[in-house]
Nanobody, 122 residues
Framework: QVRLVESGGGLVQTGDSLRLSCAASGRSMSNYHMGWFRQAPEKPRELVAAISSSGALNYVDSVKGRFTISRDYAKNTVYLQMNSLKPEDTAVYYC????????????????WGQGTQVTVSS
């Protein structure tokens, strides 16, 4: 049973930074693409950043240059470094995993964490 646990969310001010972590257990995630999604109230969930099983990076345009996704294969952990935060980044952030065998980093993910709240005040 795969379990993903996010941490690192919180309340910050505009321009501040946060680092989210997603610790995986139950299976090595080395053959999985890992993604960070977010969902703001009354908005659809969106893929913010993804890192493929081979380390290729993908970002939604709104976070390019501000967010950085990385993974530590030895720790089975994925990170999202968020800099220059804006109020529009406020959302619940979810970590998710998708088997590389099922294609690209886009599409349906196999496993999800419970989410961590990020609130950016103006």
């Amino acid at each position: 049973q795969v379990r993903l646990v996010e941490s690192g969310g919180g309340l910050v001010q505009t321009g501040d930074s946060l680092r989210l972590s997603c610790a995986a257990s139950g299976r090595s995630m080395s053959n999985y693409h890992m993604g960070w999604f977010r969902q703001a109230p009354e908005k659809p969930r969106e893929l913010v950043a993804a890192i493929s099983s081979s380390g290729a990076l993908n970002y939604v345009d709104s976070v390019k240059g501000r967010f950085t996704i990385s993974r530590d294969y030895a720790k089975n952990t994925v990170y999202l470094q968020m800099n220059s935060l804006k109020p529009e980044d406020t959302a619940v952030y979810y970590c998710a995993a998708k088997s590389f065998a099922r294609g690209s980093v886009y599409g349906t993910y196999d496993y999800w964490g419970q989410g961590t709240q990020v609130t950016v005040s103006s």
